[in-house]
């Protein structure tokens, strides 16, 4: 019933500039914190950023000062603006929202639902 679509996904040279998009759509009530995560081949999955409901954002250190996350709330959607990209940033990225949903016609279930997942790759 909620679904994440994400775009901006592909291959970018060091140094350059990225930006995507994660769109929900859906039976939602309310969308509550959005976050991106991304995971790189043997690793694992770690929090990129996240934005609450009042826009506070968090990142990880390793993006600081580089990526910007923002959401439109009339369009249920949260960028991810990505500069100085780094080799080290490849890996496919994916994109998280907790949401409150309609069940039997009220606003009762709250859960998490996670976008397909994009890659991105940076060269040297």
């Known amino acids: 019933q909620v679904q994440l679509v994400e775009s901006g996904g592909g291959l970018v040279q060091a140094g350059g500039s990225l930006r995507h998009s994660c769109a929900a759509s859906?039976?939602?009530?309310?969308?509550?914190?959005m976050g991106w995560y991304r995971q790189a081949p043997g690793k694992q999955r770690e929090l990129v950023a996240h934005?609450?409901?009042?826009?506070?954002?968090n990142y990880a250190d390793s993006v600081k000062g580089r990526f910007t996350i923002s959401r439109d709330n009339a369009n249920n959607t949260v960028y991810l603006q990505m500069h100085t990209l780094k080799p080290e940033d490849t890996a496919v990225y994916y994109c998280?929202?907790?949401?409150?949903?309609?069940?039997?016609?009220?606003?009762?279930?709250?859960?998490?639902?996670w976008g397909q997942g994009t890659l991105v790759t940076v060269s040297s």
């Open positions: 859906g039976s939602i009530f309310s969308i509550n914190n």
């Open positions: 998280n929202a907790g949401v409150v949903v309609y069940r039997l016609g009220e606003p009762l279930d709250y859960v998490e639902v």
């Open positions: 934005v609450s409901s009042d826009s506070t954002t």
